[in-house]
């Protein structure tokens, strides 16, 4: 390799890099519990409990093991290059167009389809959100604009948003956003959507988490409508799938052929597309999912409050939160680390723009953990509060 290639690499590699710290750096996402306690200088840790990715906690199905076991035949076959049955599947249970569906390797491959498919655009991302569209934004020299939201509640104003639209092509939106679990009304999407129309931008909409939402009519029919507007799902987190790699895209199917232009070949593997039809059909895996997550949610969210956190009201499968007081960096490193010592890994937010450590996420768990979790939060506060009444704070 030439030493113009081997710079090449490694500046790629330094602009991604997130939060640097003395030693190690923040880890990109959840679940890299290794190298979060190693950031904290925990390494001798064992965990008991990761809270740091946001997954159902119910998953995978229990029949998933047995039905992998006998798919293993499979695996000397090439998958079907366009996943007729995945689709078919997907597109059934959606209402809509097997065409207007890609299969992809998580959602993340859809991100970066996206992304490829508009090679030195310029796209807007509303912050704080998933880090990734802007690390595939930067890996295709797309020019990357940001709307910061604030506050405690982190309200998009879509007329803010529609404004800022007439100079970028692409505009991603997460829904309920990671990491704070808020949801855009629909009526603000339909009104994203006829101003991105007016200004010919694409509208990008990433859904990973909509399965855990309340109930309302799907962005699908916009869709179909031919508005411009992509929907990126996944299937990761609602079963529990994160090692298997399952998401898909939605969009017009003249949209969807163009990004699959830029798709790897056989980029879903062959057990994890055969196993979609199964995961659809399995209802009653669904039906208890909504019944422990509209439990949890409601019991961790009021949990936190009781105790005086400060809390996004969320959508999602995970809640963020703050200490009380304002938000401070160095109060959400001291409960994270306090969280790490008790073998809890929840999830910093270091990486997420504009939150830079001070709030901390949690995925909601079954009933025994959650009362864990706010068990080890009020230990804390009792601790720190009482610290801070000896030196005379008042916070
Ligand atoms: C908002 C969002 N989109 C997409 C993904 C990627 O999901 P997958 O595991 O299906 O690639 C994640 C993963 O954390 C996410 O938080």
Not at 329 to 339: K, M, S, V, W
Request: aromatic share 8%; proline share 5%; with cysteine.
């Amino acid at each position: 390799m030439t030493s113009t290639h081997t710079r090449h690499l490694s500046d790629t590699s330094a602009s991604q890099t997130p939060t640097q710290g003395q030693g190690s750096c923040w880890p990109d996402h959840g679940g890299q519990g290794a190298a979060l306690l190693d950031r904290l200088g925990l390494s001798s840790v064992t965990p008991t409990m990761d809270v740091s990715a946001s997954l159902n906690p119910l998953g995978p199905p229990a029949w998933l093991a047995d039905w992998l076991a006998r798919a293993m035949n499979e695996v000397r076959h090439y998958p079907d290059p366009e996943y007729r049955d995945a689709v078919a599947a997907l597109a059934a249970s959606l209402g809509i167009a097997p065409l207007s569906l890609v299969l992809t390797n998580g959602g993340a491959e859809a991100i970066h389809l996206v992304a490829r498919a508009y090679r030195r655009a310029r796209a807007l991302i509303v912050e704080p959100t998933f880090a990734e569209y802007a690390r595939a934004c930067r890996l295709n020299d797309i020019e990357i604009e940001r709307l910061q939201l604030s506050g405690d509640d982190f309200r998009l104003d879509v007329e803010a948003l529609s404004a800022r639209l007439a100079p970028v092509d692409l505009v991603f939106v997460c829904r309920p956003n990671n990491p704070t679990g808020t949801r855009l009304p629909r009526s603000d999407v339909e009104a994203l959507v006829a101003a991105a129309r007016r200004s010919d931008t694409l509208v990008v909409i990433d859904e990973a988490f909509v399965d855990f939402a309340d109930d309302e009519a799907p962005l699908t029919d916009l869709v179909e409508q031919g508005e411009p507007l992509v929907l990126l799902r996944s299937l990761t987190k609602f079963y529990a799938l994160a090692g298997l790699r399952l998401g898909y895209l939605v969009a017009s199917p003249q949209r969807c052929r163009a990004l699959q232009h830029h798709q790897v070949a056989w980029s879903v593997n062959g057990l994890a597309a055969a196993v979609v039809p199964e995961l659809l059909a399995d209802g009653d895996f669904a039906r208890r999912t909504r019944d422990w997550l509209y439990s949890e949610r409601a019991y961790l969210t009021a949990g936190l409050r009781d105790l005086g956190l400060t809390v996004v009201d969320s959508q999602a499968n995970f809640v963020l939160f703050r200490p009380p007081g304002q938000p401070s960096q160095a109060n959400g490193e001291a409960l994270l680390a306090y969280l790490a010592r008790h073998g809890c890994l929840a999830r910093h937010t270091h990486t997420f723009s504009g939150l830079d450590g001070a709030w901390i996420r949690v995925a909601l768990q079954r009933r025994a953990d959650n009362d864990r979790l706010l068990r080890w939060l009020g230990d804390w506060l009792g601790d720190w509060l009482g610290d801070a009444q000896s030196r005379g704070e008042n916070r």
